[in-house]
């Protein structure tokens, strides 16, 4: 029996330890030589598939491919392109299993977040209609810690160390000069309908006066006047005033705080920047003198302070999804499930996608504070682990030094192009 090769393809917003999971697939998948055979990546994720770029990872070294670990960002790249229903467009995923066909492709594993496990899913039933044997893992990447039957997902901890290291940072150059100077600062975190990493940031407090004094999140109602009363009150007792939000903060009525009136490539509402609303509000209504600064790219890109344990799990789904897949496994995702007791541990289940796909998983609300402005003590014990240890990469000249991929592609054998 000929041996099946392997496809993988990272999709959506990147991680700075999405790179790690891609180690921990293409080592492992090195490992098991009687069973897999080459391991090709998508150029440019799920579209390298429809257009037939595959990228023949075994043209790199293993000194590369280690390497993975500790750089950033999508070293076979990303893309957001969201593959709408088998019934709108059969065409996709057939063209996807006659490229898997042609290259006997028989071990499909998706590294992702919501989208992706739906796709994953979608391809797993569709190989199974066509009677083309597939076995399809989907590997949980996203730094919004939404997806459900796992304890957490890779990508997060390390945008939560960022974003509480950067405000308690940030709050401590504030209050240097809140006599004289910037009364308020606002930080933009991202995280569209679950608050997930604006919460993080409240790590950075260990007591009442430190920063954030004010988080707004997603999940609960903004409501103006009880914000500015609370800003008004800290500057008054503090001398200056904290304030993480995401993204996804919103009124009553669901409306983002800062629509801006278009959608991105997977249907969701673009959003045109709630730090800059809220400092218009804060400066129209009270006066103080502000600053506001956007996290946007560089807390899913900081590397150089990613958390140890993400490094870890990250590698971990990665090598577990391979593991599972030689098993004869199919339609599942590497969970990660929390154990019991004091001290932190994890081990890696298996979870279904069919229970995996299209579930969004919000911050509960005994996680966030009363007041609904900061998180309480059950929120700190549930994130404080997942921050814990560092895994700096190596450095040269006073700079990070990150692998960079041959991206050899391997020649196309179906005679039709498909376009995207």
């Known amino acids: 029996m000929t041996k099946k090769n ?88 057939e063209r996807l299993i006659d490229v898997f066909k042609a290259h006997n492709i028989g071990y499909f594993f998706y590294n992702g977040g919501g989208d992706s496990a739906d796709t994953c899913l979608k391809i797993s039933q569709l190989s199974q209609t066509l009677d083309y044997p597939l076995q399809a893992i989907h590997v949980p990447k996203t730094i919004d810690n939404d997806l459900p039957l796992t304890d957490n997902c890779p990508g997060f901890g390390s945008v939560a160390k960022y974003v509480a290291v950067s405000i308690r940072e940030a709050s401590l150059d504030v209050a240097s000069m809140c006599d004289t100077s910037t009364k308020v600062f606002i930080m933009e975190v991202m995280g569209r309908h679950a608050g997930w990493i604006a919460a993080a940031a409240g790590l950075a407090a260990d007591s009442e006066a430190d920063g954030p004094h004010i988080i707004l999140f997603p999940e609960i109602a903004f409501d103006r006047d009880k914000f500015l009363k609370r800003v008004q009150r800290c500057v008054k007792k503090y001398g200056y005033c904290a304030i993480v939000a995401s993204e996804g ?73 391979v593991e599972m897949a030689v098993a004869g496994k199919n339609a599942v995702m590497p969970a990660i499930v929390r154990g019991k007791g004091k001290r932190y541990t994890w081990r890696i289940e298996e979870a279904p996608l069919a229970k995996v796909a299209n579930v969004e998983r919000k911050m509960p609300r005994n996680y966030i504070s009363a007041d609904g402005f900061g998180i309480t003590d059950k929120a700190r014990q549930y994130l404080q682990p997942l921050i814990q240890g560092e895994d700096y990469p190596p450095y040269r000249h006073g700079l990070p030094v990150y692998t960079r991929l041959k991206k050899v592609l391997v020649p196309q054998k179906l005679k039709t192009a498909f376009r995207v």
């Open 6 to 93: 392997a496809f993988y393809a990272q999709s959506g917003g990147v991680t700075a330890v999405i790179n790690a999971s891609a180690c921990g697939v293409i080592e492992t998948a090195r490992q098991h030589k009687t069973a897999i055979g080459k391991v090709y990546a998508g150029n440019n994720g799920i579209i390298g598939a429809l257009r037939e770029e595959l990228i023949d990872t075994g043209k790199e070294s293993a000194k590369t491919i280690a390497a993975l670990k500790h750089t950033p960002s999508g070293a076979f790249g990303s893309c957001r392109y969201k593959l709408k229903s088998l019934e709108q467009n059969r065409a996709e995923y």
């Open 249 to 321: 903060a919103q009124y009553k009525d669901g409306t983002f705080l800062a629509d801006a009136g278009s959608k991105d490539a997977f249907g969701h509402t673009q959003l045109g920047g709630v730090a800059p609303t809220l400092a218009t509000l804060v400066k129209d209504a009270l006066g103080y003198k502000y600053h506001w600064a956007v996290a946007d790219y560089l807390q899913r890109a900081a590397r150089h302070i990613a958390s140890g344990t993400d490094v870890e799990q990250a590698y971990a789904v990665g090598k577990a999804a």
